[in-house]
């Protein structure tokens, strides 16, 4: 018999935690109906014994295609192949938020790939001291930001490190608001919002502009206007998406990772089967772009 796994407080948590204590986090901090914790919670434990994983940053992509098309062929209900596939999806997000070990993982994909000079940031949010690390990784390294969804609090941190800073004009959102830690009332962190302004400032960022990035409460969110965010320098440049492709030291590799995690879905196998000529031409065509870079 299993003792249950104690729930860690996210702010405890590593990339080198288990498995079973990330999921205990995310049950305790992000679902409040007792019915579907105890739903997300047998599907959790069922996905990552099929997945055969220690730890959460183990999972690749070719692993979450494998298991969703095992799910969907599997002789479950559809409503429980749903649910399955939810509980997974939902789990995701909340762990890759700006949270634990986000900078650990940034790093390790960046030894990899060590000519890559575009971080691309999507983030609802989640660590200040987080997002002051991935910040300084930025800096460091003298990388191009770039946003195509909502970059909040903390990821905005991180996206301000950038030596250039470029928002998708249609879909780039920044959020800005005062931090929000339990317990800690607003005063309290005076000095915090001094060393971040600081920064911004030192990035070229317009001091007025500064001055209201931690105006409201962590309840509310600040989105200036794109308008807003360009004349204060916060933005460098508006781009509608064309001059980010993937940045890749293996493009074929990359090609072949892409390929095999296809193999479970029917319609691709039909494809390659019968139109063998046709996919080749879209794989070199994918190959080109990667290899383009940004």
Not at 6 to 31: F, H, I, K, N, R
Not at 99 to 122: E, K, Y
Not at 253 to 270: F, H, I, K, N, P
């Amino acid at each position: 018999m299993s003792l249950p796994v104690p729930a860690l407080p996210a702010s405890a948590l590593t990339t080198s935690t288990p498995w079973a204590g990330v999921v205990e986090a995310y049950l305790d901090a992000a679902l409040d109906s007792s019915h579907t914790r105890r739903a997300y919670e047998r599907h959790l434990r069922n996905a990552f014994a099929d997945l055969g994983v220690v730890t959460v940053t183990e999972l690749t992509g070719v692993d979450l295609a494998r298991y969703r098309a095992a799910v969907v062929s599997s002789d479950r209900a559809p409503g429980s192949q749903a649910q399955a596939l939810a509980a997974l999806r939902s789990f995701l997000a909340w762990s890759r938020t700006i949270g634990f070990g986000t900078t650990d993982r940034i790093r390790g994909r960046l030894a990899l790939h060590p000519r890559a000079s575009v971080l691309r940031l999507t983030s609802p949010g989640g660590r200040v001291a987080e997002g002051r690390k991935l910040r300084d990784l930025v800096a460091s390294r003298g990388m191009v930001t770039y946003v195509d969804g909502e970059c909040m609090s903390a990821c905005a941190l991180a996206f301000v490190a950038g030596r250039e800073r470029v928002l998708n004009s249609e879909k780039g959102v920044i959020g800005l608001h005062q931090y929000g830690f339990p317990g800690v009332q607003t005063w309290m962190l005076v000095d915090d919002y001094a060393e971040d302004k600081k920064f911004a400032i030192n990035a070229g960022v317009d001091r007025e502009f500064v001055g209201r990035m931690f105006t409201l409460q962590n309840g509310d969110m600040w989105e200036p206007s794109h308008e807003e965010l360009l004349a204060s320098q916060f933005v460098t440049m508006l781009s509608d998406g064309s001059g980010f492709s993937i940045d890749t030291d293996d493009p074929k590799g990359w090609v072949r990772e892409l390929s095999a995690s296809l193999q479970d879905q029917r319609l691709y196998r039909v494809i390659a089967l019968h139109d063998p000529a046709n996919l080749a031409d879209a794989e070199a065509a994918i190959l080109y772009g990667a290899a383009a870079g940004p």
